[in-house]
């Protein structure tokens, strides 16, 4: 099993930035995907964007392509999520998840396709 921790989330104004942390425990990171999705009150949790386990390959939903960059260190067992230009809109709870890449043959971009989940860290984001 691997074990995930988010980190980073906060307050912040429209426009602002942040950068969100996921640290893994357990197993060999580096033969994860990981992805990060968001959940607002009332809402479905949703694709934010996505990394293969190597770093060579990176996915985004429409919403936030241009804002947000993901990005992995495995030798820290950490992936990123940097977010510019902060909407509104983008306030959520933000998870992080894993799947192994020999379970799989492609970056997974829904929930249901991953099956390692952090506990969550808030983001919001005033007008």
């Known amino acids: 099993q691997v074990q995930l921790v988010e980190s980073g989330g906060g307050l912040v104004q429209a426009g602002g930035s942040l950068r969100l942390s996921c640290a893994a425990s357990?197993?060999?990171?580096?033969?994860?995907?990981v992805g990060w999705f968001r959940q607002a009150p009332g809402k479905e949790r949703e694709f934010v964007a996505a990394?293969?386990?190597?770093?060579?390959?990176?996915y985004y939903a429409d919403s936030v392509k241009g804002r947000f960059t993901i990005s992995r260190d495995n030798a820290k067992n950490t992936v990123y999520l940097q977010m510019n230009s902060l909407k509104p809109e983008d306030t959520a709870v933000y998870y992080c998840?894993?799947?192994?890449?020999?379970?799989?043959?492609?970056?997974?971009?829904?929930?249901?396709?991953?099956?390692?989940w952090g506990q969550g860290t808030q983001v919001t984001v005033s007008s």
């Open positions: 990394i293969t386990w190597s770093g060579d390959s990176t």
């Open positions: 357990g197993r060999t990171f580096s033969n994860y995907y």
């Open positions: 998840a894993a799947r192994a890449r020999q379970s799989i043959p492609r970056t997974p971009r829904t929930p249901n396709e991953y099956n390692y």
